[in-house]
């Protein structure tokens, strides 16, 4: 696995990390302090993968704060997202109201499921629906997440995959960028 993908995978748990100068966290040790802080994941196992990759890095890592997901009840459709789209550089501009809360529609990341699709371009598992989330320990406002479901009924984040990686000069604009759940993004990762 590539670094920048791995600290890429790691953005999509919301869990920001900074380095220490050669302070080597053991892989435990964040894992624990994570659990510790209120951090909750749905998939420990992967990110403890992502989290023994960087280790090799030699990335010394140290948690800042580490994020939880709070969701509103309401989920959004497709539609009603993807709909609301503005392409525009200036963030203020690019506020849309979604039930009294106001969020950024001008991401790559909207504009990559507009163009790309909601399905994953690998497994073909399909984008059903966007949840309004927020990280709890911050002041960030709300954006949107697009879930698929899977056999298990378990739901699967999809994200945007850079086609060619940037870490080997893939441009981050939307030529470049395809649909993929986080699963699928991860094996490619390990390809890469
Ligand atoms: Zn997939």
Redo the contacts with the bound molecule.
Sequence with gaps: MDKNKALEILKTFSIKLITKKKKTKRVGDIMKELTHKGYVSDDRRYLYEVLKELIKFEIPLKTENPLRYERTEKQYTIEEVLSKIIRTTDKKMSRVDFDGDLISMNSLRYQTFSESGII?K??G?EGKFFAKERNVNSSCSYHFNLYAINKKGNEVLMTKDHIHPTSKGGRNNLKNLQT??V??NRDKADLV
């Design positions: 994953c690998t497994c598992i993929m759940c699963y699928c």
